[in-house]
């Protein structure tokens, strides 16, 4: 906002001053500025006293340079912010990936081994979360599995020998 005084007097009421941008008649875009002079007690012996203002000044500037600056300035902010977005989405894919795919990936790997047979597989995730405590308890398994095997065949062997050593084996 932009003040002056009319006339120079320095007990003058300052001029009030209002810019906006918008568009003429023919729709070029144009800085619009209106300043409305007031009633000075100078002047009031030709106006009289009773107007509050004595007139307006309206000045326009012709603003396609400056739209045109704005508009590449928005298009530029548009990039920066879709280039942004495309980051974070490639991070957040890492992390993902990182974090919750390889360990998922480990997890089934083990889990097919020891449906095959191979009681000896371990996981090995460490960590506090969810995917480590199922890796903890596929291991546990996995050993729990491979101690109940051993006890079967020593068993089965036992049994071979006990009635084998009755049928004089």
Not at 94 to 99: A, C, D, I, K, L
Request: proline share 4%.
């Amino acid at each position: 906002s932009r003040r002056s005084t009319a006339r120079g007097s320095s007990s003058a009421v300052p001029a009030t001053a209002l810019t906006s941008l918008t568009k003429d008649a023919s729709g070029i875009p144009v800085f619009r500025m209106a300043t409305k002079f007031p009633n000075q007690p100078p002047c009031q012996g030709c106006h009289g006293a009773a107007a509050r203002f004595n007139g307006m000044l309206l000045v326009e500037r012709d603003a396609s340079a400056a739209t045109a600056v704005l508009a590449t300035v928005r298009h530029r902010l548009t990039a920066t912010w879709a280039v942004t977005l495309v980051v974070l989405a490639l991070a957040l894919l890492g992390v993902t990936t990182r974090y919750a795919h390889h360990p998922l990936q480990r997890l089934i790997a083990a889990a097919r081994r020891i449906g095959a047979g191979d009681f000896g597989t371990r996981v090995g995730l460490r960590g506090r979360d969810e995917v480590a405590a199922v890796g903890a308890a596929l291991d546990s398994m996995a050993a729990h599995l491979a101690g109940s095997v051993e006890e079967l065949r020593h068993k089965g062997l036992e049994r071979l020998f006990r009635d084998g050593s009755k049928k004089g084996i």
